[in-house]
């Protein structure tokens, strides 16, 4: 509730919402796991949506628990939902129809706004960065699952990034249709860009932050 004490509207928790519960990892980093757990890293890796931490939760069973959640916000009107980066791609794979080998791997960045928008062909999408400094944790897809691969080769597609909001962010709009995505983008003059793009396409956009490489030490994107 502390990230929602200054919005002044109605509130109210659902356990539901609650983060994934990463068992026996729960606050430790990629690289932790990695160096520790590298059976169970490779096999995370292999299946991403399927796999539950040891005493923990699966992307399969956070959609289960979150169903009845999504079912409340199909009959909402304007709602705002704050939770955790795996909960967000939850909702959003629902609303955006993404099957599930992909839904663990949509970008939800920190500190951003994701507005969407029914409509009558599919949904509108917006992402909207606010001006705080992040660490993007974002963990593509990787190439080679073997349990034995070095830390190096486990870690080498998850780059933690820092934005430093110290320009006006670019406004990304998705729109989901049938023969593709329209893409707009709107920088902070008001000058919109548009293209075309496969609907199943990730889209990376720098939101107008300058980018720099961070060594820092920070919790996984789970």
Same mark, same amino acid.
């Given at each position: ?23 026996? *990892? ?5 690289? !932790? ?7 169970? *890293? ?7 949506? $399927? $796999? ?6 699966? $992307? ?6 979150? =169903? ?8 909402? !009107? ?22 599930? =080998? +992909? ?7 920190? %500190? ?8 009558? $062909?599919? +949904? ?23 349990? %034995? ?7 080498? =597609?998850? &780059? ?57 030490? &920070?919790?996984?994107?789970?």
């Amino acid at each position: 509730m502390q990230t929602a004490e200054k919005i002044n509207a109605p509130k109210e928790t659902f356990k539901a919402l609650n983060g994934i519960n990463a068992g026996i *990892f729960e606050g430790l980093t990629y690289r !932790e796991v990695a160096e520790r757990y590298p059976e169970e *890293f490779a096999a995370r890796d292999r299946s991403k949506y $399927y $796999y539950r931490y040891p005493g923990g939760e699966s $992307y399969h069973d956070l959609v289960a628990r979150l =169903e009845p959640v999504i079912m409340e916000l199909e009959r909402a !009107e304007n709602v705002l939902v704050i939770s955790h980066q795996a909960v967000a791609r939850c909702i959003l794979a629902y609303f955006l129809d993404k099957d599930p =080998e +992909c839904l663990p791997y949509i970008k939800v960045p920190l %500190h951003t706004v994701i507005k969407l928008i029914p409509t009558a $062909y599919g +949904c509108i999408m917006e992402r909207i960065p606010l001006s705080v400094e992040a660490v993007n944790t974002y963990r593509s897809r990787p190439r080679n699952c073997s349990p %034995h691969r070095p830390v190096a080769v486990a870690l080498n =597609e998850f &780059q933690e990034v820092r934005f430093e909001p110290k320009r006006s962010p670019t406004t990304l709009q998705i729109i989901y249709q049938n023969d593709g995505t329209s893409i707009e983008t709107t920088d902070a003059k008001g000058n919109r860009t548009k293209r075309l793009d496969s609907i199943f396409g990730d889209i990376t956009l720098n939101n107008g932050f300058p980018m720099a490489n961070d060594s820092n030490k &920070q919790q996984s994107d789970i």
